[in-house]
């Protein structure tokens, strides 16, 4: 009941994908977090009074990966981007007690905003967290043959110039069947937009868009994978490495 008189002070990340940002709270109000894991829930109340707390991974976004870890029987995972944690602890709750996930954030400080609330959920022993910019850590994983096509799950919430370059190496990555979830693949609804609406956005938001333009056209044309370009959260398109 209380969500729904919480103002945030700031656009949500669903401007633009939904018909109304009343439709947007009614899903989140019925269908999320009346289901949100207690914990995640303290997690995301914490993370709201972060001067960043925009970039945080959307609720909504979350509930559909938890459903999607739960189908692959995920169980050996990446995340690429962690901030204060919400799809950490999403992920580690969402995999089996011996499941393992390698974090990777290039700043740690954050992370340990969050980690009280993870070690409360009980789920600190299945985090493997790797302060690194994430391209060195993705190639030195894949110098051990043993990670090559083992990873059952991937989650890319980081540095958006870089989407491209992750996707490449976590193909290799990814067993034949797993999943990589991309975000932001809407960014706010700017993809679809025109010239004339675009004078609108900051234009420190732009670049940002061309990236996850070039991403989403290269998702599109990639035979290796089935996607799925759901419009959760910022938008998030699901890959499914089929051979
Ligand atoms: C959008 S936030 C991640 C949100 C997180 N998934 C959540 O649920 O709250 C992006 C994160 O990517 C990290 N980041 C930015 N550039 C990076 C890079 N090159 N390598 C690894 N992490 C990076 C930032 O430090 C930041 O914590
Ligand atoms: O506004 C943002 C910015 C980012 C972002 C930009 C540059 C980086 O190196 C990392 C992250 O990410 C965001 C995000 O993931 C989100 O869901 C909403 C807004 C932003």
Same mark, same amino acid.
């Given at each position: 009941m209380a969500e729904s008189i919480i103002k945030l002070p700031y656009p949500k990340p669903s401007k633009g994908l939904l018909q109304s940002e009343d439709l947007y709270q009614y899903i989140l109000e019925t269908s999320v977090y009346p289901r949100e894991a207690e914990l995640l829930k303290e997690l995301r109340e914490?993370?709201?009074s972060h001067p960043k707390a925009l970039i945080a991974t959307a609720p909504d976004a979350g509930q559909l990966m938890s459903m999607l870890l739960n189908l692959v029987n995920a169980k050996k995972t990446i995340e690429i981007g962690v901030f204060t944690g919400y799809s950490l602890l999403l992920t580690a709750l969402s995999i089996p007690q011996d499941g393992k996930i390698v974090a990777i954030d290039i700043s740690r400080d954050d992370y340990e905003i969050g980690l009280p609330i993870i070690r409360k959920a009980g789920v600190e022993h299945k985090i493997d967290f790797t302060e690194s910019e994430a391209l060195p850590a993705l190639d030195? %994983? $894949?110098e051990d043959p043993l990670n090559v096509g083992s990873?059952?799950?991937a989650f890319v919430d980081a540095d958006k110039?870089?989407?491209?370059?992750y996707h490449e190496r976590l193909m290799k990555l990814l067993k034949v069947g797993g999943i990589v979830v991309y975000d932001?693949?809407?960014w706010g609804g700017t993809v679809a937009m025109v010239v004339d609406e675009l004078a609108e956005e900051p234009s420190w938001r732009l670049p940002?868009?061309?990236?996850?333009i070039k991403l989403n056209k %290269? $998702?599109?044309a990639d035979p290796r994978i089935q996607i799925s370009h759901a419009p959760?959260?910022?938008g998030i398109t699901i890959c499914r490495r089929i051979y």
């Open positions: 914490l993370t709201a030195q %994983l $894949l990873f059952d799950f110039v870089n989407y491209c370059n932001n693949t809407l940002y868009r061309e990236y996850m %290269l $998702l599109a959760v959260g910022d």
